[in-house]
């Protein structure tokens, strides 16, 4: 594509699905019959803890059982090989990207495999199950870690550097989300301001899918490899 240099990428659950991880609004898309949008709140957290807990427990433990596929593997060779700015911003809170081999990659929706201590305010690379309490490893007290996942009406992370990346883009492409929850999806409209080109690859049309110069339709184990080949050649 003439004239890119600087390309932000975002993700969301569809770039996941061909691994096995269920998306959000899909057929599978409830939790024993729970939506994301009434678990994933400090409300829910505060009335049921154990239900929370619970909930990202068996999606932290589910990562053991996952792989990368050919969309994260992709994204990882245009990393390591693009000469110019690159930043994947995932709203994914599974670790396939780290796993595919990207490197120049935000979490701004947090992380399942790290854990935020509420009593010292310290995050901590988190493996096990957070429902039995346990003591945080900084300050030794116990019972007051949650999941270190930014929740509905929480700020997400790394808005900051998000910015900074939108601003000199020259490609935007959205990857598997449904462009469903902000900020995420009003970052295409930030793109188009900055005057980047925007692509999304998508299993269906999105929300979002008028606002993009291109939209591809089709599985990203497909799509994505192909677009990679396509920068790259
Ligand atoms: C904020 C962590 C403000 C949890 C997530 C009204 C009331 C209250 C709030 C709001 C409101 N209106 C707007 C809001 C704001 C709210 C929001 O957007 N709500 C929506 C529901 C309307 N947003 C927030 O609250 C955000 N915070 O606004 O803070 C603030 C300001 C100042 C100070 C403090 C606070 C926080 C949002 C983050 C919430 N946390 N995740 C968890 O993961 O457990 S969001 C959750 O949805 C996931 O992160 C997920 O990634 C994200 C988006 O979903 P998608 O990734 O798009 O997944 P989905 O299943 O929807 O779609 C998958 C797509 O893939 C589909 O299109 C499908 O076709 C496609 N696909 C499937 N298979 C494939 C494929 N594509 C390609 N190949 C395939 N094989």
Redesign the pocket.
Known sequence: MAGVRNIVVLT????S??SGVA????PD?LWEGHR??DV?TPEAFARNPALVQRFYDERRAALARVEPNAAHRALARLDADWPGELLIVT???DDLHERGGARRLLHM??ELRSAWCLRCNARVRWDGPLRDGPPCPACGVAGRLRPD????????YGMERIEDAMRPADLFISI?????????AGLVQTARWAGARTLE????P?AGSYMFDECRMG???ELVPAWVDELLA
């Not at 998306?23 to 899909?26: H, I, P, V, W």
């Not at 996942?149 to 997400?156: A, L, R």
């Not at 598997?176 to 995420?184: E, I, K, L, M």
């Not at 690859?201 to 269906?204: F, H, S």
């Open positions: 969301g659950a569809g770039i699905a061909e998306t959000f609004r899909g898309g994301v949008e994933a709203q994914n809170v929706h947090g996942i930014v929740w509905f009406g929480e700020m997400p598997g989300t449904s462009g469903a929850v902000y900020p995420a690859l998508n299993l269906e999105s599985r990203a184990g």
